[in-house]
Antibody
Framework: QVQLVESGGGLVKPGGSLRLSCAASGFTFSDYYMSWIRQTPGKGLEWVSY????????YYADSVKGRFTISRDNAKNSLYLQMNSLRAEDTAVYYCARGANSDYWGQGTLVTVSS | DIQMTQSPSSLSASVGDRVTITCRAS??????LAWFQQKPGKAPKSLIY???SLQSGVPSKFSGSGSGTDFTFTISSLQPEDFATYYC?????????FGQGTKLEIK
């Protein structure tokens, strides 16, 4: 069955960095484009970034552009989100999701940005 | 960016009721609309894609319709496990955007 498992979240100070990972299994990872989506109590669900199946096409939300970098390793069935220059407003649960219509989601990993 | 306006933001209903949630896009999105269910502490679960197509394994009591800018999501007969928060999302163009959610509570 399809499984997506995020890891790498935690507590980080403003200005710090974190790298999130999403391990995929149960499907041909290299056939799907993938997204990161985050959720905060105050702002609901927010799409963060997308990467095509080959990694050649990438999009970011304006709120993270220039600070976050999405990447993937199809040989390792893994998706990544490098987050730099973190701000308090980046505090959220981060989910990875599969495909255009986000048909499968991971369980999420909590990122807390606080001094 | 395309704004997704979902209504109502909360809804009280009883077991057995039929409920409908609406989602309006600020510009046309064809049928690139999905609906998700989220229970407390859990990840969103995909129910419907392409406005009206049921994801595999999702009960047929859930349905969706619409195209362009106006969409509806219906649960035909509420069961206790259906009380949750529901979100719409457009995936017609980046940035993909979500509605603010509808919290469905037991009356």
């Amino acid at each position: 069955q399809v499984q997506l498992v995020e890891s790498g979240g935690g507590l980080v100070k403003p200005g710090g960095s974190l790298r999130l990972s999403c391990a995929a299994s149960g499907f041909t990872f290299s056939d799907y484009y993938m997204s990161w989506i985050r959720q905060t109590p105050g702002k609901g669900l927010e799409w963060v970034s997308y990467i095509s199946s080959s990694g050649s096409t990438i999009y970011y939300a304006d709120s993270v552009k220039g600070r976050f970098t999405i990447s993937r390793d199809n040989a390792k069935n893994s998706l990544y989100l490098q987050m730099n220059s973190l701000r308090a407003e980046d505090t959220a649960v981060y989910y990875c999701a599969r495909g255009a219509n986000s048909d499968y989601w991971g369980q999420g990993t909590l990122v807390t940005v606080s001094s | 960016d395309i704004q997704m306006t979902q209504s109502p933001s909360s809804l009280s209903a009883s077991v057995g009721d039929r409920v409908t949630i609406t989602c309006r896009a600020s510009q046309g999105i064809s049928n690139y609309l999905a609906w998700f269910q989220q229970k407390p502490g859990k990840a969103p679960k995909s129910l419907i894609y392409a406005a009206s197509s049921l994801q595999s394994g999702v009960p047929s009591k859930f349905s969706g319709s619409g195209s362009g800018t106006d969409f509806t999501f219906t649960i035909s007969s509420l069961q206790p496990e259906d009380f949750a928060t529901y979100y719409c999302q457009q995936y017609n163009s980046y940035p993909y955007t979500f509605g603010q959610g509808t919290k469905l509570e037991i009356k």
